[in-house]
């Protein structure tokens, strides 16, 4: 696949294959986004490694020096640079953004989604939805490192590990008897620490699993609803569509740049 890249302003977009098996020690000299379409990557710093899968997101804080492998033969991933003159035209303070992490709530992967989506569709109205939708990723970028109003309860790091790892089929019954939790407990708590209801979360998520398999072009749309964790097709579609404004099909059929 060739290497593709639109440039605006201060913002740049990239998608490219990983042909080399990794890369050097290096560091970026702006907020830097990775979402790894293909293939398994191992992203190092400071911090220790971290394994990404397709459907990974990795924030790269600007000057923290860092390292990718590529796991597997293949490889492919989407990339966000935001220059911070920029971000401070717009009166952004990045300073918040402290460290490098991978983001793992699915309203940063749907958010990141919608920008490669018009990066893909690259219109007469691409650059402009790209402005205002990576103004948006910053908000809720700067929301994410706030200082918090309040702690959340133990638990809740629990209750994303389990929806994370494919827990997302427990009933509330048999969360609460996982968490050791009381139902009307969770369900009072966790709109106000995952900023949606449960139900809407779990779509996100299950949203977010989709989207690299999609772009991979690899699986049938009936495997990817099964592998997403959807009831049946015609359920991922629906979803999909409310989402997106068109079907999984129609949205594999986009032109590339």
């Known amino acids: 696949m060739q290497r593709?890249?639109?440039?605006?302003?201060?913002?740049?977009?990239?998608?490219?294959?990983?042909?080399?098996?990794?890369?050097?020690?290096?560091?970026?000299?702006?907020?830097?986004?990775?979402?790894?379409?293909?293939?398994?990557?191992?992203?190092?710093?400071?911090?220790?490694?971290?394994l990404l899968p397709p459907g990974s997101l990795m924030?790269?804080?600007?000057?923290?020096?860092?390292r990718s492998e590529k796991k597997t033969n293949r490889g492919r991933g989407f990339h966000l640079q935001i220059e911070r003159n920029w971000l401070e035209a717009q009166d952004i303070n990045a300073s918040l953004w402290e460290g490098s992490?991978?983001?793992?709530?699915?309203?940063?992967?749907?958010?990141?989604?919608?920008?490669?989506?018009?990066?893909?569709?690259?219109?007469?109205?691409?650059?402009?939805?790209?402005?205002?939708?990576v103004l948006e990723l910053c908000g809720m970028l700067t929301d994410k490192f706030a200082v918090p109003l309040k702690h959340s309860p133990i638990w809740m790091d629990?209750?994303?590990?389990?929806?994370?790892?494919?827990?997302?089929?427990l009933s509330l019954t048999e969360l609460s008897t996982e968490l050791g939790v009381h139902p009307v407990h969770i369900s009072r708590t966790v709109p106000a620490f995952l900023d949606s209801t449960l139900g809407e979360y779990l779509r996100k998520l299950r949203i977010s699993k989709a989207l690299p398999l999609?772009?991979?072009?690899?699986?049938?749309?009936?495997?990817?609803?099964?592998?997403?964790?959807?009831?049946?097709?015609?359920?991922?579609?629906?979803?999909?569509?409310?989402?997106?404004?068109?079907?999984p099909a129609r949205f594999r059929k986009q032109p590339y740049l």
């Open 59 to 66: 924030f790269l804080n600007w000057e923290e020096v860092h």
């Open 214 to 247: 999609l772009l991979s072009q690899e699986q049938s749309l009936a495997q990817i609803a099964f592998e997403s964790g959807f009831s049946d097709q015609s359920h991922f579609n629906r979803v999909f569509k409310s989402y997106y404004g068109q079907t």
């Open 4 to 50: 593709r890249e639109l440039f605006h302003k201060g913002i740049s977009l990239s998608e490219y294959d990983y042909f080399e098996p990794g890369t050097p020690m290096h560091y970026h000299e702006n907020p830097y986004f990775m979402y790894v379409i293909a293939g398994n990557m191992i992203d190092i710093n400071k911090s220790g490694s971290s």
């Open 101 to 133: 992490q991978v983001l793992k709530h699915p309203d940063f992967h749907l958010q990141l989604s919608k920008i490669h989506y018009e990066f893909r569709q690259a219109d007469d109205f691409s650059v402009i939805s790209i402005e205002l939708l």
């Open 158 to 169: 629990q209750l994303k590990a389990l929806l994370h790892a494919g827990g997302d089929h």
